[in-house]
């Protein structure tokens, strides 16, 4: 789960936690500013922020004087609020002052320097009977501003509060450390779903049995998981009873394929003969193919050391008397006496078997089949046939796959014989044999180096 795509829901979530977040902040600051400016008002009534404007009005003339240049945000704050006045000083000029100043505040005018902030009440001014002072430093140095007339505050300063840079710094720091730890979060939270993924990734054929886990997931993934082993187990019951089928229709083959052999070897010795005998033979060999398909399933295979020469030599020495009935010649060879593998004698014979009768099947007439092994552990059976063109060397090893149909034969010896040489960690390869026709070799690694 690594993809952030527009279906991803790492990536839904992050984006869905960021926003929640966002308009919680946005509800949060909404709902706080209200009773905070009610109160605000209750004590202090005025709108503070004109003191900007006032100060930005303020400016010092060349003999170090205050002078007073309004600009356009205090003319139209004197312009829509007629009772509006103000009256600025520093700590050593004389003041500068707008509008009408109550003549019953000069007392308070004399130590207005020795206030930072205060609210005055009842100034003794009908419409303006509230005034504040606040100590502000502006371009001219700083000023000590006393004000009344003004806006009042109300829902602008609400507005204004989400325009505040300290609320929009908060806003931004809160959305970036959502989009860095936000998806810290959703990923721990979702481990689980990899840790099943990589469990549902080692389930093969090969490897029954396998169940997901859901130790690891939330328990809302919990149906999801219980229903896909739910399935698992239906498969593997069915591939059960496919095994059974198999193994059970073998077993009653062999009996009567035995018997036809051996009523076949009591006819006269003809060419006649030598065809049944080999098309029995064929016959046979469906049977055990079926049979060694229902023991790789059953995974029944035991590895012990095995002379390869020797195991070689032997089927050979078996396959030889259906491969002169059908006219060929065969023969085998080694490098060495003993060379030791570790194998599953009887799968692996039944690998060796099936490509001797390949090579009697698709040779042709009068084909030279040679065996050898060498030193390395490989393993090569080539005859003198028509060989296999390159561009069927890819597929003549799956199942029920064939170059030239033929009537008989299922099309699963050189399967089978790859199944084999994996469960062995070899590998097959096909070829050109060095007189013409095809080459197959199996290398298998030898006992010593065979991984474990």
Do not use: C
Not at 9 to 17: D, H
Not at 95 to 104: D, I, T, W
Not at 119 to 141: E, L, Q, T
Not at 381 to 388: D, E, F, L
């Amino acid at each position: 789960m690594r993809a952030w795509g527009p279906t991803s829901l790492r990536g839904r979530l992050t984006w869905r936690m960021v926003l929640m977040q966002a308009v919680v902040l946005l509800a949060f600051t909404g709902a706080a500013a209200i009773p905070i400016i009610r109160l605000i008002s209750s004590e202090q009534g005025l709108d503070d922020r004109v003191i900007n404007d006032i100060a930005a009005s303020v400016t010092r003339n060349a003999a170090g004087g205050l002078d007073l240049t309004p600009n356009d945000a205090l003319k139209r704050l004197a312009a829509n609020y007629p009772a509006f006045w103000f009256y600025a000083v520093d700590i050593d000029s004389a003041p500068v002052q707008m509008g009408n100043v109550p003549s019953g505040i000069e007392p308070m005018l004399r130590g207005l320097t020795r206030l930072n902030s205060a609210n005055i009440a009842d100034i003794g001014m009908g419409g303006s009977s509230v005034a504040i002072v606040r100590r502000h430093d502006s371009a001219a140095g700083p000023l000590w501003i006393l004000t009344a007339g003004g806006p009042q505050i109300g829902a602008k300063s609400i507005v204004g509060a989400f325009a505040n840079p300290i609320f929009v710094g908060l806003l931004f720091v809160f959305t970036v450390v959502s989009f860095l730890y936000i998806p810290v979060i959703v990923t721990r939270q979702l481990r689980g779903v990899d840790h099943i993924a990589a469990e549902a990734d080692t389930i093969d054929v090969d490897q029954r049995g396998v169940r997901l886990s859901s130790a690891h997931v939330p328990d809302e993934l919990h149906p999801l998981v219980r229903a896909v082993n739910s399935a698992l187990q239906r498969l593997d019951d069915g591939m059960e009873r496919r095994q059974r089928f198999l193994a059970d229709a073998a077993h009653e083959l062999r009996t009567p394929i035995a018997i036809l052999y051996t009523r076949v070897e009591l006819l006269p010795d003809d060419e006649q003969r030598s065809r049944l005998m080999l098309d029995v033979a064929r016959l046979g060999n469906l049977a055990n193919q079926l049979l060694d398909l229902q023991r790789l399933d059953a995974n029944s295979t035991v590895f012990q050391p095995v002379n390869l020469v020797e195991l070689a030599a032997q089927v050979t020495a078996d396959m030889a008397p259906l491969a002169i009935a059908a006219g060929d010649d065969i023969s085998f060879d080694a490098e060495i006496d003993t060379v030791t593998v570790a194998a599953d004698p009887a799968s692996l014979s039944r690998a060796i078997v099936n490509l001797i009768q390949n090579a009697v099947i698709h040779g042709g007439k009068k084909t030279a089949i040679h065996v050898a092994v060498g030193r390395d552990g490989s393993l090569r059976v080539a005859n003198t046939g028509p060989g296999i063109a390159e561009e069927h060397r890819s597929t003549i090893f799956e199942p029920f796959n064939r170059i030239v149909p033929l009537d008989q034969g299922a099309g699963l010896g050189l399967n089978l014989v790859r199944d084999i040489v994996a469960r062995h960690h070899g590998h097959i390869t096909v070829g050109d044999a060095p007189g013409g026709g095809a080459l197959f070799e199996i290398s298998l690694p030898l006992a010593a180096s065979r991984p474990r």
